[in-house]
């Protein structure tokens, strides 16, 4: 051990010796002992992180400089313009046309039915057409002389022109009927059945021109000629031309209109009666809103027959949209000059006498009328209305007293005081269901005669198609009509043995009667069908001493070509 190392050592032990012997000799310590607990507490102290990334500062730093060269050099292009199509709005694929369609069928009281329809396909330029049909009947069973036949030829077109729509119209009728009404207290023998033949044979012809309208801000029109010629088996005759049209424009918000109407008829007969003509002029001036729509203008009518008059009419309606389409309630006047001819008389009622009846045409001095429309569903719409008419020479059917065997109806004009009342609810869904209820209200007031002859006050009628898959076709018709009145005379001789006749009415029994028709297409070219007529077989007069065929069926075949 070397000097310094001993030094050291003896410096190091000496206090430690010193200290030793001091705390040996210091005073005993107090016996209390005193214990603290607290919960304990680690103390971790932070550590030193060291980082994960670390930087490097560059002090020198070189940034290159780039430089750029272009080379030109011309590559040859070719640029082809290709056609493009003009947009089209896609739709639903158009349904296959048919060219027409031909009927035959056969039913009870020997009923032929034959019906014949072509019409050209679908073309921009034109189309084309024909109808036929011939339906007769031996007549009503246990009744003589009731048979009739009813024939009808036609022939149609139209032309599409950029402006203009062309149509025409030929049509042939040929009817045959046998005035077999006779009174009950009629004791006349007929062996000729030619003394009850009538046969109508009608020519008529109708063209018109319509304006393609394509802008509100021009012209609109359209022009109709119509014309029908009548000759029956007793050589009465009767022509008549009906002339119609209407110009009209747009200016802003109201449309501007006038109505122009001329009729000329000619009946001859035996009674040798002046020609009748109707000169009708009807300017209004209609406006519209977002809620309403007005319209107010006048009618101007010379009525010639015996004598030329002239007849003025107030002309005004308004609408209002209380909800969108929902309710629309509207009020309104009007008035005119109805044509009467032998051609409309005989459509109504074809047992009138030719011979002896006078033309004269009915003036509706005026109707005030009221109502509301709407719908109350998707597909469900109604349309009632009420109405005050006034109608001077309003023609009327009464027995021909002046005919020996009373089986013909003549015309006697009476001025009558209406008040009408209809309503109409319908239901549609797509084109599987249809149905429409229907009902109507008269209330007549005759000014000279007893009653209102052959017009019942009352009309009710339920109709109704049902499509099952476009496989079977249902359809049913429900309808009836009141009781109605006939006149009569009652001859007797009073105290002073004058002969008196008066006029009565005798009381025809309302009309209840019931059709169904049944269709199943077997394809869509073949079908068959079969129709029920006046199912509950009703026993009814719908003209006085002419009743009517009680139950009949009728079937057939229909094909598609």
Not at 372 to 379: Q, V
Not at 424 to 451: M, S
Not at 482 to 499: E, G, H, L, R
């Amino acid at each position: 051990m070397t000097y310094k190392k001993l030094i050291t050592s003896m410096l190091f032990i000496i206090p430690c010796l010193l200290g030793f012997n001091q705390s040996i000799a210091q005073t005993p310590l107090d016996t209390t002992t005193i214990v603290t607990v607290k919960p304990f507490s680690p103390t971790l102290s932070d550590a030193i992180k060291i980082k994960d990334n670390p930087s490097i500062q560059d002090t020198d730093k070189i940034v290159p400089t780039l430089k750029y060269s272009f080379m030109n050099k011309q590559v040859p292009v070719a640029f082809e313009v290709n056609e493009i199509k003009p947009a089209k709005i896609k739709g639903e694929p158009l349904v296959k046309l048919y060219s027409g369609y031909g009927k035959l069928g056969f039913g009870s009281n020997k009923t032929p039915l034959a019906e014949l329809y072509y019409n050209a396909k679908r073309s921009k330029n034109f189309s084309y057409g024909f109808y036929g049909n011939h339906l007769s009947s031996s007549g009503i069973s246990g009744i003589d002389y009731s048979d009739f036949s009813d024939n009808h030829i036609s022939l149609f077109g139209k032309r599409f022109l950029k402006d203009f729509t062309l149509y025409a119209k030929f049509d042939y009728d040929r009817n045959v009927i046998h005035y077999y009404g006779f009174p009950e207290s009629s004791t006349a023998d007929i062996n000729d059945k030619d003394l009850l033949r009538q046969r109508f044979n009608k020519f008529s012809g109708t063209a018109s021109l319509t304006r393609n309208f394509t802008d509100s801000a021009q012209f609109d029109y359209n022009f109709d000629i119509n014309y029908h010629h009548i000759v029956d088996l007793l050589d009465v005759k009767e022509n008549n031309v009906n002339l119609s049209g209407s110009l009209s424009k747009f200016h802003k918000s109201e449309l501007y209109a006038i109505d122009v109407e001329t009729n000329f008829n000619k009946l001859n007969n035996s009674l040798n009666q002046n020609n009748t003509m109707i000169v009708g002029l009807k300017p209004h001036i209609k406006t519209t809103a977002d809620k309403w729509q007005f319209k107010v203008g006048l009618g101007l009518y010379i009525n010639k027959m015996d004598k030329t008059k002239f007849h003025f009419y107030p002309e005004a309606e308004f609408k209002y949209d209380v909800v969108q389409q929902i309710i629309i309630p509207y009020v309104g006047i009007t008035g005119g000059v109805t044509p009467n001819n032998l051609n409309s008389f005989y459509t109504e009622n074809p047992f009138i006498n030719t011979t002896t009846i006078g033309i004269a045409n009915t003036n509706q001095k005026y109707n005030i009328y009221a109502g509301i429309r709407g719908s109350i569903s998707n597909h469900l719409t109604f349309n009632t209305s009420f109405s005050k008419q006034k109608l001077e020479t309003l023609p009327l059917y009464v027995k021909d007293v002046n005919n020996v065997l009373e089986n013909q109806f003549t015309v006697i004009y009476d001025t009558i005081a209406l008040t009408k009342i209809s309503g109409e609810l319908a239901y549609q869904k797509l084109e599987k269901l249809k149905i429409i209820l229907a009902g109507d209200y008269y209330g007549y007031t005759p000014e000279n005669e007893i009653k209102t002859w052959h017009r019942p006050d009352l009309k009710i009628s339920l109709n109704g198609i049902y499509d099952l898959s476009d496989k079977i076709i249902v359809k049913a018709d429900f309808f009836f009509i009141n009781k109605q009145f006939a006149k009569v005379y009652t001859t007797f001789t009073d105290a002073s043995n004058q002969i008196i006749t008066t006029p009565e009415a005798i009381e025809l029994k309302g009309i209840f009667d019931a059709n169904l028709g049944l269709e199943y297409r077997y394809t869509k070219k073949l079908s068959a069908f079969i129709q029920f007529n006046n199912i509950a077989a009703a026993k009814y007069q719908k003209w006085q001493d002419y009743r009517i065929q009680r139950f009949n069926v009728l079937g057939g075949l229909t094909y598609s070509f």
